[in-house]
T-cell receptor
Framework: AQKVTQAQTEISVVEKEDVTLDCVYETRDTTYYLFWYKQPPSGELVFLIRRNSFDEQNEISGRYSWNFQKSTSSFNFTITASQVVDSAVYFCALSEAFGGSQGNLIFGKGTKLSVKP | ETGVTQSPTHLIKTRGQQVTLRCSSQSGHNTVSWYQQALGQGPQFIFQYYREEENGRGNFPPRFSGLQFPNYSSELNVNALELDDSALYLC???????????????FGPGTRLTVL
């Protein structure tokens, strides 16, 4: 069965600190996609990144970076020099690439990040 | 903003009633998925519609049903509401199979349903 675990329920940091959000996944598929979404208090899920299982290159986008390691089934997300606007709940998600439920996302329980000024 | 819209924003119902939630997908997207997000939890997949047909279903009872229309907008219907149905209901649209952004789902703002 597919599963996503985000062990950190809540994290609180002071502005400008770096913070890493952990994500561990389980799947028997050899082809799959991993995602990170941000959910601000307004409730809308904001897409941050998608990686496929064949691409283990780390990615950097501004202050955001992602570390994908198949050997440990992890897809961690780091925010550098955090800002108050980064405060939100962050979800890691997994989807299979093929099958009857193409695009079905399996979410972790989320990590609530609070960035204090 | 993603271009995915949902209505209504908030809804209050009583146990046993029926409810219909609506979703308009982003332009060019022919697949719509529905998720239920209970308080403090991650979203859980309810079902997906592709070209007006149900294309996958999560672990939800038959009283959760849906429709997709020719313009790819969608409805989620829930019959015989229970207290545990109180949640944020999210709709997501995605691109057709074969496009470069396949599997990337864009979410609407959600409908918050309260069942009393």
């Amino acid at each position: 069965a597919q599963k996503v675990t985000q062990a950190q329920t809540e994290i609180s940091v002071v502005e400008k600190e770096d913070v890493t959000l952990d994500c561990v996944y389980e799947t028997r598929d050899t082809t799959y996609y991993l995602f990170w979404y941000k959910q601000p208090p307004s409730g809308e899920l904001v897409f941050l990144i998608r990686r496929n299982s064949f691409d283990e290159q780390n990615e950097i986008s501004g202050r955001y970076s992602w570390n994908f390691q198949k050997s440990t089934s992890s897809f961690n997300f780091t925010i550098t020099a955090s800002q108050v606007v980064d405060s939100a709940v962050y979800f890691c998600a997994l989807s299979e690439a093929f099958g009857g439920s193409q695009g079905n996302l399996i979410f972790g329980k989320g990590t609530k990040l609070s960035v204090k000024p | 903003e993603t271009g995915v819209t949902q209505s209504p924003t908030h809804l209050i119902k009583t146990r046993g009633q029926q409810v219909t939630l609506r979703c308009s997908s982003q332009s060019g997207h022919n697949t719509v998925s529905w998720y239920q997000q209970a308080l403090g939890q991650g979203p859980q997949f309810i079902f997906q519609y592709y070209r007006e047909e149900e294309n996958g279903r999560g672990n939800f009872p038959p009283r959760f049903s849906g429709l997709q229309f020719p313009n790819y907008s969608s409805e989620l219907n829930v019959n015989a509401l229970e207290l545990d149905d109180s949640a944020l209901y999210l709709c997501a649209s995605s691109s057709p199979l074969g496009t470069s952004s396949y599997n990337e789902q864009f979410f609407g703002p959600g409908t918050r349903l309260t069942v009393l």
